[in-house]
């Protein structure tokens, strides 16, 4: 089993940045790849950012591209998000999810609770 808690969320005015924290805990294997996704009130969930948490090859949704920056950090078993150039179309909660493979796009293993974004205009 696999455990993810997010933090970092809040209210931020667009234009300005917030990061993003994910605690893993748990077993993680080599082929293990963390992601972000985010769910706008009354949408569904979307996909926003993915890392393997081995080689740290990532994968972005093109609406984040060059604003947003995933990382992690292995000896800290931490994922993070960094959101710049935040504009309000970016409020959402935002979710830490886990998978057994690099592949986001059949669904994920594991999720945390989420932690809420807002931005302000």
């Known amino acids: 089993q696999v455990q993810l808690v997010e933090s970092g969320g809040g209210l931020v005015q667009a234009g300005g940045s917030l990061r993003l924290s994910c605690e893993v805990s748990g077993r993680i294997y080599d082929s293990f790849a963390m992601g972000w996704f985010r769910q706008h009130p009354e949408k569904e969930r979307e996909f926003v950012a993915l890392?393997?948490?081995?080689?740290?090859?990532?994968d972005y949704a093109d609406s984040v591209k060059g604003r947003f920056t995933i990382s992690r950090d292995n000896a800290k078993n931490t994922v993070y998000l960094q959101m710049n150039s935040l504009k309000p179309e970016d409020t959402a909660v935002y979710y830490c999810?886990?998978?057994?493979?690099?592949?986001?796009?059949?669904?994920?293993?594991?999720w945390g609770k989420g932690t809420l974004v807002t931005v302000s205009s």
């Open positions: 999810a886990a998978n057994r493979w690099y592949d986001w796009r059949y669904g994920m293993d594991y």
């Open positions: 890392i393997s948490w081995t080689s740290g090859t990532t």
